[in-house]
């Protein structure tokens, strides 16, 4: 993706659940946390070779049991999943390895409190996660408006463990370290300028917002025509009272920077549209202007993260088999292109 992007002359936009996901691996990799998990992963491992005691951890559920999850490191979230399933059927979890020969112990009561902060940890990076996996939606804008929603989910969960705040102390380390330049980055940037929902208001830095600002008045100024939005009005023959005004009225420069600024202001001044608003039906039937639809066409369309495009390969991997190796790209092509955009003839 990077050579693409050399290659093509496009400015490279990271995948942001990817650089989530590495704030959540510097967490598992820390020796408050890799204890614990490695007792999770024991537990749930035993239950997953025991069929006896998976029946029994089943039967004291009851209707509708839970199965219990593995973390899997190819996998994102897999370790908070699994820990929000340990934490939702402890009790049954106890219960079956009590009763069962070779199991391991149960989880203590300090051990508990351990996993309850870690789950609250982690809950706040799952749903950023979520959030920039769309792709039937505009995701570019929300980069920044879900990285500020992380910060401040983050700084205001509350730990009562140690460890918990040892890991808590690390996630806020690594936020910044890995999160932070995004707001600098001209795409999201702009795309959150766009963003009716957002605009001004989705930064967490002031600063960051009034270059976003900037960014956008400098693509207006770019996309306006050469001739000025309001040429000088023609004399008028009817006689004045003040002929001086005419003469400055006719003298007046009109200028493609000062036309962008005065462009950009109108949908500043407006209230934001509620969150279910969706940023390319607002632009489609604004009355704001041409040159701000074409603006969000351009910068709408980047996708805030890679995992559609990683799709698209395995889906490939699986079209073309040992029994299929002479596909042409064409071939290949089509189908691809109608099954990743079968969500538009459903609608």
């Not at 996660?129 to 990285?147: E, G, H, N, Q």
Request: proline share 6%; aromatic share 8%.
């Amino acid at each position: 993706m990077l050579k693409a992007c050399e290659l093509l002359e496009y400015k490279h936009l990271p995948c942001v659940a990817h650089t989530i996901n590495l704030i959540v691996q510097d967490v598992l990799k820390l020796p408050d946390f890799d204890v614990i998990l490695t007792k999770c992963k024991s537990v749930v491992g035993f239950f997953k070779r025991s069929q006896i005691a998976y029946s029994k951890f089943k039967e004291a559920q009851g209707d509708n049991p839970h199965s219990l999850l593995q973390e899997m490191p190819t996998r994102w979230n897999s370790a908070y999943e699994m820990i929000k399933r340990i934490l939702k059927t402890n009790e049954f979890i106890t219960l079956a390895l009590v009763s069962s020969r070779g199991a391991p112990l149960p989880f203590s009561a300090a051990e508990v409190d351990i996993l309850n902060d870690i789950s609250e940890l982690l809950s706040p990076f799952e749903e950023a996660t979520l959030s920039v996996f769309t792709k039937t939606k505009v995701s570019a804008s929300i980069i920044i408006p879900v990285i500020c929603e992380l910060n401040h989910k983050i700084n205001n969960i509350k730990v009562n463990t140690e460890k918990g705040k040892n890991i808590l102390t690390t996630i806020k380390f690594s936020l910044t370290k890995r999160l932070a330049s995004y707001e600098t980055r001209t795409i999201p940037r702009i795309a959150t300028i766009l963003d009716p929902r957002f605009k001004k208001h989705g930064f967490c830095n002031p600063f960051n917002a009034e270059e976003g600002v900037k960014a956008v008045q400098h693509e207006l100024f770019t996309q306006l025509p050469a001739n000025p939005l309001h040429p000088p009005t023609s004399p008028t023959q009817e006689p004045s009272r003040f002929s001086f005004l005419q003469v400055k009225s006719q003298n007046k420069v009109h200028s493609s920077w000062a036309d962008a600024i005065i462009l950009m202001r109108q949908p500043l001044e407006k209230e934001n549209q509620p969150e279910k608003c969706d940023p390319l039906a607002y632009w489609q039937i604004t009355t704001d202007g041409d040159t701000f639809k074409t603006l969000a066409k351009k910068y709408f369309c980047a996708p805030a993260s890679s995992c559609e495009s990683e799709r698209v390969f395995s889906k490939a991997g699986q079209l073309i088999s040992e029994r299929r190796t002479r596909l042409s790209s064409t071939v290949v092509d089509k189908p691809l292109f109608l099954n990743k955009n079968k969500h538009v003839n459903n609608k």
